[in-house]
T-cell receptor, first 111, second 111 residues
Framework: GGIITQTPKFLIGQEGQKLTLKCQQN?????MYWYRQDSGKGLRLIYY???????QKGDLSEGYDASREKKSSFSLTVTSAQKNEMAVFLC??????????FGHGTKLSVL | QQNVQQSPESLIVPEGARTSLNCTFS?????YFWWYRQHSGKAPKALM???SNGEKEEGRFTIHLNKASLHFSLHIRDSQPSDSALYLC???????????WGSGTKLIIKP
């Protein structure tokens, strides 16, 4: 079986700071996703990528950049952290238009 | 734009009872229907999926889909405390890599 590793697990930033979250998968899946989950709520799509060097914007892409330089990795940058922002960022991968496999998330707090 | 709604927002069910969770969607062309389960502090995991009208059973879990009514549901027979989690429904169209997610139902099974 494969695994999705997200780093860091916890991220504390300052208002206005640029913050980068990383995701690695060893499933050899083509498609990767970044979602934002606010406390106890559903998932909102930030970016997805259907292959290496491809990037597609989701509904929540404003304020974020993404990068997929290798098939196995997908990174997300918060371009300017917002004060009091608190959310979990979930990375996922999928072999196609099929089930998603998720990492455990990066919990972001902005002071 | 696909709209996915879940009900109820939260639910408390006694151990051993039957649990019913609901999801409605707005796009009648939707093709893939999923239920995911997320235990507190953990990654969401795919629970069950259905792709055509009708019913599918896996162990204690049954999924119903009625495309004409734009509705699908998850039923849990003999609910256990370990079933306590956030349940997320998701819908996708065939030609789209995106899943559209409901906002979740928080389920608590009381011993």
């Amino acid at each position: 079986g494969g695994i999705i590793t997200q780093t860091p697990k916890f991220l504390i930033g300052q208002e206005g700071q640029k913050l980068t979250l990383k995701c690695q998968q060893n499933f050899n899946h083509d498609t990767m996703y970044w979602y934002r989950q606010d406390s106890g709520k559903g998932l909102r799509l930030i970016y997805y990528s259907i292959t290496e060097n491809d990037l597609q914007k989701g509904d929540l892409s404003e304020g974020y950049d993404a990068s997929r330089e290798k098939k196995s990795s997908f990174s997300l940058t918060v371009t300017s952290a917002q004060k009091n922002e608190m959310a979990v960022f979930l990375c996922a991968s999928s072999p196609g238009i099929q089930r998603l496999f998720f990492g455990h998330g990066t919990k972001l707090s902005v002071l | 734009q696909q709209n996915v709604q879940q009900s109820p927002e939260s639910l408390i069910v006694p151990e051993g009872a039957r649990t019913s969770l609901n999801c409605t969607f707005s796009d009648s062309a939707s093709q893939y229907f999923w239920w995911y389960r997320q235990h507190s502090g953990k990654a969401p995991k795919a629970l069950m999926s259905i792709f055509s009208n009708g019913e599918k059973e896996e162990g204690r879990f049954t999924i119903h889909l009625n495309k004409a009514s734009l509705h699908f549901s998850l039923h849990i027979r003999d609910s256990q405390p370990s079933d306590s989690a956030l349940y997320l429904c998701a819908v996708s169209a065939h030609s789209n890599y995106q899943l559209i997610w409901g906002s979740g139902t928080k389920l608590i099974i009381k011993p």
